[in-house]
């Protein structure tokens, strides 16, 4: 039985992304947690070391003591669509995007029963705007913000189902290929009150 983290460890762990599990430590800090089975390193440049399912349960055992950091405080976020302030598209949110569906990957591999990266893990399914959205994000598709317009990814009272607007049906359309691409079922549908279309997407399971 491996030994419980010291509490270096466990800080590394709280602070791991919340998006991917991406960890940032010392490397004798993540070197130990991946023998313990709570991380792994990613065997892609640049080699960064993620939380592994009992990692991620460790994690998700710690009382919050405060909110989800927002994006402007060093951690990665997903553009769900309809901030603010104007979207960070530069090379380096380009790296950071790639690098968080790159973990996601590996989470699908690892946790999937039949270690398929196709289809959505157990982590997408409990964080569906999320994860829907760094679908779209890591395929090239701009959120909205600022002055710009784009995708926006919205919650639904309906299990298991996030609703995604565009602002034309052309980058709808591509939005719910997108998706189906990413293992998501989509299917077009209009708002009754606003005549506005939107997908109503859900992860696929098989």
């Known amino acids: 039985m491996s030994r419980a983290?010291?509490?270096a460890q466990r800080r590394v762990i709280e602070g791991a992304d919340p998006v991917t599990g991406r960890l940032r430590g010392t490397e004798a800090q993540l070197a130990g947690l991946v023998k313990q089975g709570l991380a792994f390193r990613h065997p892609r440049p640049p080699h960064d070391h993620?939380?592994?399912p009992a990692?991620?349960?460790i994690r998700e055992a710690v009382p919050e003591a405060a909110p989800e950091p927002v994006p402007d405080a060093g951690v990665f976020a997903a553009r769900v669509g309809g901030?603010?302030?104007?979207v960070e598209t530069g090379p380096g949110r380009?790296?950071?995007v790639h690098s968080a569906?790159?973990?996601l990957l590996e989470l699908r591999r690892m946790t999937n029963p039949d270690g398929a990266a196709d289809r959505p893990c157990g982590w997408e399914r409990a964080h569906l705007v999320r994860a829907a959205a760094l679908a779209l994000e890591a395929a090239g598709h701009r959120p909205a913000g600022g002055d710009a317009d784009g995708y926006r990814v919205?919650?639904?009272p309906q299990p298991e189902a996030v609703a995604v607007y565009a602002p034309d049906a052309g980058t709808l359309a591509a939005c719910s290929a997108t998706?189906?691409?990413?293992?998501?079922q989509a299917g077009e549908y209009t708002e009754p009150r606003t005549r506005a279309r939107y997908l109503l997407a859900s992860p696929r399971r098989v």
């Open 5 to 7: 983290p010291s509490a």
């Open 50 to 52: 993620f939380l592994t």
């Open 179 to 184: 998706l189906e691409r990413a293992g998501w």
């Open 83 to 86: 901030a603010q302030e104007p």
């Open 154 to 156: 919205r919650a639904t």
């Open 55 to 57: 990692g991620h349960r």
């Open 94 to 96: 380009a790296r950071e």
């Open 101 to 103: 569906w790159q973990g």
